[in-house]
């Protein structure tokens, strides 16, 4: 099947710092990209849909200024908390839409991301 | 909007136990598409199944198995003859459509299951 890597795994950042996560599409292009958030024993909870070459889609209460998701590619998004925070730290995983399907997509590994 | 419960949130079982994970969703779509994933204590989902609308047979792949149920808005998930293996998080999900005519996916809650030796 189709393979989506995030990068890094896992981050241990200081409280202030900003932290990039990527996205790519190894074997096929994503005109769509999905960024969840899952804290510890919830569920995934969507943050904001990354369209190739345009602006993000933010869901309801999630704060674009402290998201900023960048989809410059077909095969790449990235998405970057700024200025973290300890209420931060959450698993972060991203999708994949296959470019041309409307409903297939295939999940990334996550990011764990710990604000100190 | 739509909404997905997964009344279950943690069931333990012993092996060879057959289990059944729920899941009762609601929408206002004609059409519109259902999953399970899978995940393990890695945090990596595992795509299970993606089940359309239209499509009410039921399916069985080895040792699970799926209902889907229109009439009940169910799709409920078997495993038979569970392992230990089989331990981690199941959640069910359904489409949503979105601007650009993609769908993007609301989660249940999920539900834990347990597999002891």
């Known amino acids: 099947g189709a393979v989506v890597s995030q990068h890094p795994s896992r981050v241990i950042c200081k409280s202030g710092t900003s932290v990039k996560i990527e996205c790519r599409s190894l074997?096929?292009?994503?005109?769509?990209m999905f960024w969840y958030r899952q804290f510890p024993k919830q569920s995934l909870m969507l943050m904001a849909t990354?369209?190739?070459?345009?602006?993000?889609?933010?869901e309801q209460g999630v704060e674009k200024d402290k998201f900023l998701i960048n989809h410059a590619s077909l095969t790449l998004s990235t998405l970057t908390v700024t200025s973290a925070h300890p209420e931060d730290s959450s698993f972060y995983i991203c999708?994949?839409?296959?470019?041309?399907?409307?409903?297939?997509?295939?999940f990334g590994p996550g990011t764990r991301l710990t604000v100190l | 909007a739509q909404k997905v419960t997964q009344a279950q949130t943690e069931i333990s079982v012993v092996e060879k136990e057959d289990v059944t994970l729920d899941c009762v969703y609601e929408?206002?779509?004609?059409?519109?598409?259902l999953f399970w994933y899978k995940q393990p204590p890695s945090g990596e989902l595992v795509f299970l199944i993606r089940r359309n609308s239209f499509d009410e047979q039921n399916e069985i792949s080895g040792r699970y198995s799926w209902n889907f149920q229109k009439s009940t808005s169910s799709f409920n998930f078997t495993i038979t003859a569970s392992q230990v293996v089989d331990s981690a998080v199941y959640f069910c999900a359904l489409s949503e459509p979105i601007q650009g005519g993609s769908e993007k996916l609301v989660f249940g809650k999920g539900m834990k299951l347990t597999v002891n030796p």
């Open positions: 999708s994949a839409r296959v470019s041309g399907s409307r409903v297939e997509q295939f």
């Open positions: 990354s369209n190739e070459g345009s602006k993000a889609t933010y």
């Open positions: 929408t206002r779509d004609t059409t519109y598409y």
């Open positions: 074997d096929f292009q994503a005109t769509t």
